[in-house]
């Protein structure tokens, strides 16, 4: 059994699921935390059901300004154990605003830092977003 539980980020902010997420994200988003200030919001839905097997996650950015995305990276690491995933992810951009980040996986148990930065096509406009999560194999 894996237990999830959001945690506050290392910048000390909290990260909280999303209780009044934007229209284009589901309900039980969690939030992500901006690193900047910036004209929309970003929620993520998480297909982690075990550690050690790949698993999605759908990214929905809401608000003014997702239409200047052009690309998003994402990316995973245990800052306790400076290292990250042994995987690169694939992204499939779903509509404007929705993405599909596919081929996640977490070896271990730990704290991860999900990373997610988009960037607009003259990547002068990068927003860049941030969460934590601590996954506990039981």
Known sequence: ??????LPSIFGASLLAATSAQACAPSGAVELTSLQET???AYAELGLETISKP?????????DGI????????????????HGMNYTPEIYGIEPGIYQISGMFFHMPGMW????STHSASET??????????????
């Not at 239409?67 to 400076?82: F, G, L, N, S």
């Not at 830092?113 to 997610?116: D, M, R, W």
């Not at 406009?125 to 039981?138: M, P």
């Open 125 to 138: 406009d990068a927003q860049s977003y941030l969460f934590t999560l601590d996954i506990t194999a039981r």
């Open 1 to 6: 059994m894996i237990k999830l539980a959001v």
């Open 67 to 82: 239409e200047k995305i052009y690309r998003i990276k994402v990316d995973a690491i245990m800052p306790a154990h400076q």
């Open 55 to 63: 698993f999605e996650i759908d990214l929905y950015f809401c608000g």
């Open 113 to 116: 830092e999900l990373q997610v």
């Open 39 to 41: 004209p929309f919001q």
